[in-house]
């Protein structure tokens, strides 16, 4: 499975960017995505993660009601809509595919990354 990351940016606070992860090669309506940051001089973060189906969504306690992922599998991509966006959203996202769900937020329980996108949102 390839992940591609994309739609990063520069923002200002308070707006919107809308990051897609299209994945090719042996993709499967199995997989669970995840959305995880990386801010300069900090460790990987978890993000967000979506079910197979898109049924179930996973949030960071701090981007709850700001941002959304969801996932087309027709198209096999996901996106993370990123709204109300603040300074401290500032890094580089990664998209990351996965079996299963336990652990969803562990970094070390993906498969698959993507090269990741940076955003960053000015104050």
């Known amino acids: 499975v390839q992940l591609q990351a994309f739609g990063g940016g520069l923002v200002q606070a308070g707006g919107s960017l809308r990051l897609s992860c299209a994945a090719s090669?042996?993709?499967?309506?199995?997989?669970?995505m995840g959305w995880f940051r990386q801010a300069p001089g900090k460790e990987r973060e978890f993000v967000a993660a979506v079910s197979g189906s898109g049924g179930t969504t996973f949030y960071l306690d701090s981007v709850k009601g700001r941002f959304t992922i969801s996932r087309d599998n027709a198209k096999n991509t996901v996106y993370l809509q990123m709204d109300s966006l603040k300074p401290e959203d500032t890094a580089v996202y990664y998209c990351?595919?996965?079996?299963?769900?336990?652990?969803?937020?562990?970094?070390?329980?993906?498969?698959?990354w993507g090269q990741g996108t940076e955003v960053t949102v000015s104050s």
């Open positions: 090669g042996r993709t499967s309506s199995s997989y669970y």
């Open positions: 990351a595919a996965r079996l299963g769900a336990i652990n969803y937020d562990s970094d070390k329980t993906y498969n698959y």
